[in-house]
C-alpha cells in the first residue's frame, strides 16, 4: 500500500509537471488554432540556457533567463514563421512547427552532444518522510510550483484584460478583431506564456531522479501531447486532467514493472500513449475537448 | 517495366491519335529519363547505387502518406512503424528459424517474393488495425494519436526478441524471383559486375513505377476527388454522398501498405534492420519529404523524397571539401546534422514561400 500511495503521489506531482507542458500547447492551440510540434523543442531551449548559466550565475537567476530565453524563443517562432503564413490551412501550420522543430532540436542537440547537462537545482537527491511515505524533494517542489503557476496561469485568463482577449480570440478571432483585440499580439504572447511554461517544466523533468538535460528529455517532454489530446486539445481543464492522467499512469506502471513483465521492459513510457488510444477510441475530442459543430 | 509504364503514363486520351502523343516533347522527355535510370546501375559505384536505392525506398514511402496527409490532410506520424512492420515482416517471413549470439529467432521461411507481397499486406493490417482511430480522428489529432504508433512499435522491436532480434536486429534474406536472387554474388552483365546493388535497382525500379502509377490512378479518378473533397470541407464531402470514415480508413490502410513496401526495399538495401532507425525522426523526414516536395501530388513526394534522403548521403561524400561541414565527431556540424538544419529550414521556407511545393511552384487550385 505504502509502495502504491508513493507511486500515486510521485505520478501527480510529474503530471502536474506534464500539465505545464501540456497547458502552454493547448494555450497556443486556443489563441491561434495552430497545433505546436515544436513544443519539446521550446522546452529543450529553456531548459539548456538554464543548463549553461546556472554555473556563472547561480541557480535562481540562470532559471529566470532560461524562463525568459524560451519565452523569447517561442515569441520569435510565432513572429519570424507563424505570422509569415498568409494561407489559411492550418494543419499545414502544423507541419511547419515540425519544421521549426527539426531546426531548433538539432542545434540543442548538437551542442549538448551525449552530456547529461545538470541544472544546478537547490533540492539534490533530498528525500522526505512523513508517516512512512518517501517522497523526493523535486517531485514536491514540482507540484508545488506546478500547482501555482497553474492557478496563477488561470486567473488571469479569467480575470486579467490579456485573458478575456486572448478567450475571446479563441471564441471568435472576427469578431474579436473588430472589436479592438489585436490578434497578433495575442498570439504572440500565446507562444510566449507557452515557451516560459515549458521551462518551468523543463526544470522539474531533468531534476532527480532523471539524470539531468539530455537528448532524451525531449521524449519526455513529448509525454505532453497525450496528455493534452486525452484531455481535448481546447481545454485548459482537460490539459490539467490529462497531465495528471499522464503522470499517474507512467508512475504507476513504472513502479508495477515487475508484475507486467510480460509486457516487456520500459512499459512506463509506453502507458500514457495507450491510455490515449483507449480515450480516443471512446471519445474522438477527448475527454473534455468540445465536439466539433458545424453549420453547413 | 518501367518502359511499359511511363508509355502507359503519357497514353494519349481517347480521340487522340496515337502519334500526337508521340510527337509530344513531354513523352520524349519521360522516355529518356527512364532509359538514363535503367542505365544508371553500369556507370555509378556502389555508393551512388546505395543512394538511390535508398531515395526509390523513400519515394514509394512518401508516396503512401502524400495520399494520406497531402491529399486527405490527416497527418499521421506514424509512418515510420509501417516502413518498420513491412521491413521485419519481410525478414520474419522470409527468414530461416535460427540462433543468433544466443538469443533463438524464428522465421516462417517462405519463399521471399511470397514473404514481400505479405509484408506489405501485413503493414495494410496494422493500418486497418488502427482505422477505428485513423476512420474519426482528422488532422493533428490524429497526427498525434498516430505518434503513440512510433512508441509501439518501439517497445515491440525492442522486446519481442525472437522475431525482431532486439536491440541488434535481424538479418535480411535476399530477395529472390523465378530463381533468380538478388544477393551480393557477382553476376556480369555485359561487361559490367553485378552486385547487390545493381540487380536491386532493376527491382526497385519498376515498384517505384507501378507505385507511382497505381498512386497517380487513385489520385486522378473518383477515389481521388473524393480524398481531396474531404480535405477540403468535410462536410461537403459527407453531404454530397462520400463515405468519409471509410475513406479515411481505407486511404490510411493504403498508405501503410505503401509504406510497408518501402520497409521491404529498405531492409534489402541495408541487409541488417535495427529498431534504432524506425523511430520518430524517420517520420518526421517523410513529413519533410512530402511537403518539400509538393502536398498532395505523385511527383512531389518523389522530388521531395530524393532531396530528403539524398541530401545526407551527398554531405557525407563531399564533407572533406565543403565548407562547415565536417565529419562526425570533430566537433563541427556533422553531416547528418548540416542536412537536418537544410532540410527543417526547406519545410519552412516551402511553406511560407512556395506553398505548392519545388514541383507546383504556382498555387494550389490554380491551373497545372
Redo the contacts between chains.
Keep these: 500500500m505504502t509502495t502504491f500511495i508513493e507511486l500515486l503521489l510521485g505520478g501527480l506531482a510529474i503530471g502536474s509537471v506534464y500539465a505545464l507542458i501540456a497547458l502552454g500547447f493547448v494555450v497556443i492551440f486556443k489563441a491561434t488554432e495552430v497545433?505546436n510540434?515544436a513544443h519539446a523543442s521550446l522546452l529543450l531551449a529553456g531548459g539548456y540556457v538554464t543548463a549553461v548559466l546556472h554555473d556563472d550565475i547561480g541557480f535562481w537567476p540562470a532559471l529566470g533567463v532560461g524562463v525568459a530565453g524560451a519565452a523569447v524563443v517561442g515569441a520569435a517562432v510565432e513572429f519570424l514563421?507563424m505570422r509569415?503564413?498568409?494561407?489559411s490551412?492550418?494543419?499545414?501550420?502544423?507541419?511547419?512547427t515540425?519544421?521549426?522543430?527539426?531546426?531548433i532540436t538539432?542545434?540543442l542537440t548538437?551542442r549538448m552532444g551525449t552530456e547529461v547537462l545538470s541544472l544546478g537545482d537547490p533540492w539534490g537527491d533530498g528525500v522526505v518522510t512523513v508517516g512512512g511515505i518517501t517522497l523526493a524533494q523535486t517531485r514536491i517542489a514540482a507540484f508545488v510550483v506546478a500547482g501555482l503557476l497553474i492557478t496563477l496561469f488561470l486567473l488571469a485568463f479569467r480575470y486579467t484584460s490579456w485573458g478575456v482577449s486572448m478567450r475571446a480570440a479563441a471564441e471568435n478571432p472576427q469578431t474579436a478583431a473588430l472589436m479592438g483585440i489585436r490578434l497578433g499580439r495575442v498570439s504572440l504572447s500565446a507562444w510566449a506564456v507557452a515557451g516560459a511554461l515549458a521551462a518551468v517544466a523543463a526544470l522539474f523533468l531533468t531534476v532527480f531522479p532523471t539524470p539531468g538535460l539530455e537528448r532524451a528529455t525531449s521524449f519526455a517532454a513529448?509525454k505532453a501531447?497525450?496528455a493534452?489530446?486525452l484531455g481535448g486539445?481546447d481545454s485548459t481543464t482537460g490539459a490539467l486532467v490529462g497531465g495528471l492522467v499522464v503522470g499517474v499512469t507512467e508512475s504507476l506502471a513504472t513502479g508495477y514493472q515487475g508484475d507486467l513483465s510480460f509486457?516487456?521492459?520500459?512499459?512506463g513510457?509506453?502507458a500514457p500513449?495507450?491510455v490515449?488510444?483507449v480515450v480516443?477510441?471512446v471519445r474522438?475530442?477527448g475527454l473534455f475537448g468540445t465536439k466539433e459543430l458545424?453549420r453547413? | 517495366m518501367s518502359e511499359a509504364t511511363t508509355d502507359g503514363a503519357a497514353a494519349p486520351g481517347p480521340g487522340r491519335p496515337l502519334t500526337a502523343g508521340l510527337r509530344r516533347p513531354r513523352t520524349h522527355l519521360r522516355l529518356a529519363g527512364a532509359l538514363l535510370l535503367l542505365a544508371l546501375p553500369f556507370y555509378l559505384d556502389r555508393f551512388w547505387l546505395q543512394a538511390g536505392l535508398f531515395a526509390m525506398a523513400a519515394a514509394i514511402g512518401a508516396i503512401g502518406l502524400n495520399l494520406l496527409t497531402g491529399s486527405t490532410g490527416q497527418l499521421s506520424m506514424g509512418h515510420a512503424f509501417f516502413l518498420a512492420v513491412g521491413a521485419y515482416g519481410y525478414c520474419v517471413l522470409a527468414g530461416e528459424s535460427s540462433t543468433q549470439n544466443g538469443h533463438a529467432l524464428s522465421g516462417l521461411g517462405l519463399p521471399t517474393w511470397l514473404a514481400a507481397v505479405l509484408a506489405v499486406l501485413l503493414a495494410g493490417a496494422a493500418g486497418g488495425l488502427f482505422s477505428p482511430i485513423a476512420g474519426r480522428l482528422r488532422g493533428a489529432y490524429l497526427g498525434i494519436a498516430t505518434l503513440a504508433l512510433i512508441f509501439i512499435g518501439q517497445h515491440v522491436l525492442f522486446n519481442a526478441g525472437s522475431l525482431t532480434g532486439g536491440f541488434n536486429g535481424r538479418p535480411v534474406p535476399p530477395f529472390s524471383l523465378f530463381g533468380f536472387t538478388f544477393d551480393d554474388t557477382e553476376t556480369v552483365v555485359a561487361a559490367v559486375p553485378f552486385h547487390s546493388f545493381e540487380k536491386l535497382w532493376y527491382a526497385a525500379l519498376p515498384a517505384l513505377a507501378v507505385s507511382a502509377y497505381f498512386a497517380r490512378g487513385v489520385l486522378r479518378g473518383r477515389p481521388g476527388r473524393a480524398l481531396n473533397a474531404i480535405r477540403d470541407h468535410r462536410i461537403a464531402a459527407g453531404v454530397t454522398g462520400v463515405p468519409v470514415a471509410r475513406y479515411r480508413a481505407g486511404v490510411f490502410v493504403l498508405s501503410s501498405m505503401y509504406a510497408g513496401l518501402a520497409g521491404v526495399l529498405l531492409a534489402l538495401v541495408f541487409q541488417r534492420t535495427v529498431p534504432e532507425y524506425f523511430g520518430m525522426v524517420l517520420s518526421l523526414e517523410y513529413l519533410a519529404m512530402i511537403v518539400i516536395g509538393g502536398l498532395g501530388s505523385v511527383a512531389g513526394a518523389v522530388v521531395g523524397a530524393a532531396f530528403v534522403s539524398l541530401l545526407p548521403q551527398v554531405l557525407t561524400h563531399y564533407s572533406d571539401s565543403l565548407p562547415l561541414v565536417s565529419a562526425p565527431g570533430t566537433g563541427g556540424v556533422a553531416p547528418g546534422e548540416a542536412s537536418r538544419y537544410l532540410y527543417g529550414a526547406a519545410v519552412v521556407a516551402v511553406v511560407l514561400f512556395l506553398p505548392g511545393g519545388l514541383t507546383r511552384p504556382k498555387k494550389p487550385g490554380e491551373n497545372r
Excluded at chain 1, 84 to 87: E, L
Excluded at chain 1, 98 to 103: K, Q, T
Excluded at chain 1, 263 to 267: E, Q
Design positions: 497545433v510540434f514563421v509569415r503564413y498568409r494561407g490551412d492550418h494543419s499545414v501550420l502544423a507541419i511547419v515540425i519544421g521549426v522543430d527539426i531546426l538539432t542545434e548538437r513529448l501531447f497525450p493534452a489530446i486539445l509486457l516487456g521492459r520500459g512499459i513510457d509506453l500513449y495507450l490515449m488510444l480516443l477510441l474522438p475530442a458545424a453547413v
